[in-house]
Each structure stands twice: as C-alpha cells, then as structure tokens.
C-alpha cells in the first residue's frame, strides 16, 4: 500500500467512512492480483518460448516445477454441457467437528493430509492487523472494520492449493504477543494459547457454501465455475473469551466433509 492511501485512510476521523475506503481498496488490490497473475503467466510463457523447462524456471525462481505448471495455468475453460467432469485433482478431508487429537497438533491441516497418505504443504500468505469482517467480527465480539490480528496460509496437497486458512484474533488481546509476529508460531497455536494464561472451554463452527472472491480464486486456481466452502472454527476459553477464529476456505471439488456424532448421542 502506498503512502498516499495510507494518508487518506489516516485523515478519514469517521469509522464508517473508514471501513468503506479500506473494503474498497482491499477489492482493487484483489484485482490487481488478478491482473499480476496473467503478468506472471505471460513471463512463465516468454520463458519457456526462450527453451527453458520448468524445472530450470521453478529453480531460479525458487519454487517447484509442479508450482510453475500452476502459475502458468489460467483460469480454466467451462466445459460444454453434456461434457464429462474432469475427476479433481486431488481430494482433502475437513472432519466436523474438528478432533481434539488434530486440534492439538502442531498443524490441523498438516495432519489431516498426512494421515491420508498426500504430500502436505503450508506457505505464510500474511500476518499482521487488517480490518474484520462481519462474520468474523460476531464470532470475536467486535465491532465491523476493527482492527485484528490476521495470520493467513494457503496450504497445498501434492502440490495442489487446496485450502486458504487464516486465524484471527483480538487485536486487544494478543497485538503484543509472538501471536502477532511473522513466523510461524512453535512448536503449536495451542501451546502458545496456552502459555499465555487461556485453556479452551468450547467451540463452534459453521460450515458454508458461497462463490469465491477474486483473490481466493486466483489464489487457489479455480474453474470459473467452481465454488468453495468456508469453515469458520471459533473457539473460545473456559472464561468465554472468544481466543481464536479459524475461517478456512476450502476449493470445493477438492475436498469431502466427514461429519462425526456428537459424543454422548446414541439416537438414530
């Protein structure tokens, strides 16, 4: 963001006026990812029209080749009616409820994946204070355009990105924690939590089915016509403390949902 933005969003005393000047940067920056992804096409395409494989451009660059094949991918064409549906490209379970054993772990998805015999990948998209969204606002008891503490990853499976995940937090709570910083936080959220005084009393979580925004179909490569799932987990002490919202953003034909019974319930 540009000191000039940053200026107008300082000089802007109502909190209204506020949140609608930084939702409408946050859509013109989400287009603009939209327009650096065909930039990044194109120079995946000059490169290899220059004889180079994508082994040769993913080590230069410092990524995979398969993660090249991605980025020079784009959006896909919809198939004609009467077409067979292409089988996905690879299929990630999300239980629900979450189990405590994966709750616990160093990494919710990471287990998940691994337990089903896939190549699991985690890669730091953000972390750092952005204004809340009202569903996650309700969930961490603050007001619409507040600001909290975002840390978003977009996780892949064989190399495929498969989900967005991004853990919100009460910026009064923990701005000022190791909660805020870059890195990811060792050896667990939950040991973090922990250590800071907080031991979980329950959760919710709310499973919905919506079109994606322009950044999380860039981002997680998707058919035009493919939809996600969204999963928000909030979490909360045995104090009611709202600790911890989990939002993951599932591409939808990539994953199966396995909903367990609630412990305790024996009727059909």
Same mark, same amino acid.
């Given at each position: ?5 940053l200026a107008?969003?300082a000089a802007?005393?109502n ?6 000047f930084?939702?409408?940067?946050m859509?013109?920056?989400q ?7 065909s930039y990044?096409?194109?120079a995946?395409a ?6 180079m494989t994508?082994e040769q451009i993913?080590?230069?660059?410092g990524v995979?080749h398969?993660?090249i094949?991605q980025?020079s991918?784009?959006?896909?064409a919809?198939?004609p009616?009467g077409t067979a549906?292409?089988a996905?490209k690879?299929l990630?379970?999300?239980?629900l409820p979450?189990?405590p054993?994966?709750r616990g772990?160093k ?5 998940e ?10 890669r730091?998209?953000?972390v750092?204070?952005e204004?809340v969204?009202e569903h996650?606002?309700?969930c ?12 978003r990853?977009l996780m ?7 989900r967005?995940?991004t853990s ?11 909660i805020?910083? !870059?890195e990811f936080? *060792?050896p #667990?959220?939950? =040991? &973090? ?6 031991a979980?009393?329950h @959760?919710?979580e ?12 860039e981002?997680l ?7 996600v799932?969204?999963?928000?987990r ?7 403390? !709202?600790v911890?919202? *989990?939002? #993951?953003?599932? =591409? &939808?034909?990539?994953?199966?949902f396995p909903?367990?019974?609630a @412990?305790?319930?024996d009727?059909f």
């Open positions: 963001m540009d000191n000039r933005a107008q969003i802007l005393d909190p209204i006026d506020r949140l609608r930084l939702n409408q940067l859509t013109e920056y287009g603009s990812l939209t327009e650096l992804a990044r096409r194109h995946i000059e490169a290899r029209d220059a004889g994508t993913g080590a230069m660059v995979s398969a993660r094949s980025m991918k784009g959006p896909m919809k198939a009616a549906t292409a996905p690879v990630v379970a999300r239980s979450t189990d054993a994966v772990s990494s919710l998805f990471l287990m994946a691994e337990r089903q015999g896939l190549e699991a990948g985690r730091m998209l953000y750092g204070p204004p969204s996650i606002a309700s961490l008891r603050v007001e619409v355009g507040d600001e909290v503490i975002a840390r990853k892949t499976a064989n190399d495929v990105p498969v967005i995940a919100y937090f009460r910026a009064d709570l923990f701005g000022d924690t190791r805020a910083q !870059p936080v *060792l #667990t959220l939950q =040991a &973090a939590l922990t250590s800071l005084g907080y979980f009393g @959760a919710e709310v499973l919905t089915a919506r079109r994606p925004t322009t950044f999380e179909a981002t490569n998707l058919a035009p016509d493919e939809w799932v969204q999963v928000v909030a979490s909360y002490s045995t104090e009611d403390t !709202p911890h919202i *989990l939002e #993951t953003i599932c =591409a &939808a034909t990539r994953h199966i909903i367990g019974q @412990a305790g319930v009727e």
